[in-house]
């Protein structure tokens, strides 16, 4: 039995010449739309045969959403009934085996909110230790620098010298921030240990300095040798920052800069 595409060609009369069927254009358009319209009905219908309904491509992608590659405690409990339900009904996972891995889930999960409890402690710790600092606005904190600044507001400069032992006299140098030497004197270091130090903010011609920041220089003889003494100075205190978990709160000084209030030596009124 053989099949004729009623497109192609028709029945004829026996003893009668076959005459090819023409197509028109308008036919082949309207061939070509039923064609497509069939193609979407078909993805939108249900043919009755399993098979070419497997067959069809889905409508749209089923691809899924990215995560965060992180394990929840839903899906702990999907992949724990996952593997009760493939197990060896035979040989069953033993008890404690099942309680040690829910035992495992419980740990991660509660260092995980153990984590989060500490990051909202350190940032409360940080919020107090910046509101007790506060109190520190507008008075004076030693740090560990030689440099501090001259202004309109505050024309002196205070610190301190550190000495290994009792020096005679100490060479104190005044220098602006080009290096440029500015005036010296000696100040006595007889009594050992921490020597106060000041500058009056004049010039050895005695005229006011420029406001900048100038650096406190000392030297003196330890054991009949020249030695450069360190030297610590104090600043004004305008504000205070928040700063982070790991510096915690940070002292804004008038024209120095920042440091961390773990950095103070001291604090001064003056």
């Given at each position: 039995?053989?099949?004729?595409?009623p497109l192609t060609a028709t029945q004829t009369a026996p003893g009668q010449p076959q005459q090819a069927n023409a197509i028109s254009p308008q036919t082949a358009q309207a061939a070509t739309q039923s064609s497509v319209?069939?193609?979407?009905?078909?993805?939108?219908t249900?043919?009755?045969?399993?098979?070419l309904d497997g067959l069809r491509l889905p409508e749209e992608s089923s691809i899924p959403e990215?995560?965060?590659?992180?394990?929840?405690?839903?899906?702990?409990?999907?992949?724990?009934?996952?593997?009760l339900s493939m197990q060896d009904p035979f040989k069953p996972v033993e008890n404690d085996q099942m309680i040690q891995q829910m035992a495992?889930?419980?740990?991660?999960?509660?260092?995980?909110?153990?984590n989060?409890?500490?990051?909202?402690?350190?940032?409360?710790?940080?919020?107090?230790?910046?509101?007790q600092a506060s109190g520190l606005v507008g008075q004076k904190v030693l740090i560990p620098s030689d440099t501090a600044h001259i202004s309109a507001e505050d024309p002196t400069m205070k610190g301190i010298i550190s000495t290994p032992s009792p020096i005679e006299s100490i060479t104190v140098?005044?220098?602006?921030?080009?290096?440029?030497?500015?005036?010296?004197?000696?100040?006595?270091?007889?009594?050992?240990?921490?020597?106060?130090?000041?500058?009056?903010?004049?010039?050895?011609?005695?005229?006011?300095?420029?406001?900048?920041?100038?650096?406190?220089?000392?030297?003196?003889?330890?054991?009949?040798?020249?030695?450069?003494?360190?030297?610590?100075?104090?600043?004004?205190?305008?504000?205070?920052?928040?700063?982070?978990?790991?510096?915690?709160?940070i002292l804004n000084l008038r024209g120095v800069g920042g440091?961390?209030?773990?950095?103070?030596?001291?604090?001064?009124e003056t």
């Amino acid at each position: 039995m053989s099949l004729i595409n009623p497109l192609t060609a028709t029945q004829t009369a026996p003893g009668q010449p076959q005459q090819a069927n023409a197509i028109s254009p308008q036919t082949a358009q309207a061939a070509t739309q039923s064609s497509v319209a069939s193609a979407t009905n078909t993805e939108q219908t249900s043919t009755g045969n399993p098979f070419l309904d497997g067959l069809r491509l889905p409508e749209e992608s089923s691809i899924p959403e990215p995560n965060n590659q992180e394990l929840t405690q839903e899906d702990f409990f999907s992949l724990l009934s996952q593997q009760l339900s493939m197990q060896d009904p035979f040989k069953p996972v033993e008890n404690d085996q099942m309680i040690q891995q829910m035992a495992s889930f419980s740990t991660v999960d509660g260092i995980s909110k153990l984590n989060e409890e500490i990051i909202n402690l350190n940032a409360l710790t940080s919020s107090s230790q910046a509101l007790q600092a506060s109190g520190l606005v507008g008075q004076k904190v030693l740090i560990p620098s030689d440099t501090a600044h001259i202004s309109a507001e505050d024309p002196t400069m205070k610190g301190i010298i550190s000495t290994p032992s009792p020096i005679e006299s100490i060479t104190v140098r005044i220098e602006d921030e080009k290096g440029q030497l500015i005036t010296t004197y000696n100040v006595d270091g007889s009594a050992g240990g921490n020597i106060d130090v000041s500058w009056d903010g004049l010039d050895k011609n005695g005229e006011p300095v420029a406001e900048g920041n100038y650096t406190f220089k000392a030297s003196g003889k330890v054991d009949g040798t020249s030695e450069e003494l360190p030297v610590s100075t104090y600043a004004h205190v305008t504000s205070v920052s928040l700063g982070t978990a790991a510096t915690g709160a940070i002292l804004n000084l008038r024209g120095v800069g920042g440091i961390k209030i773990s950095d103070v030596l001291a604090v001064s009124e003056t």
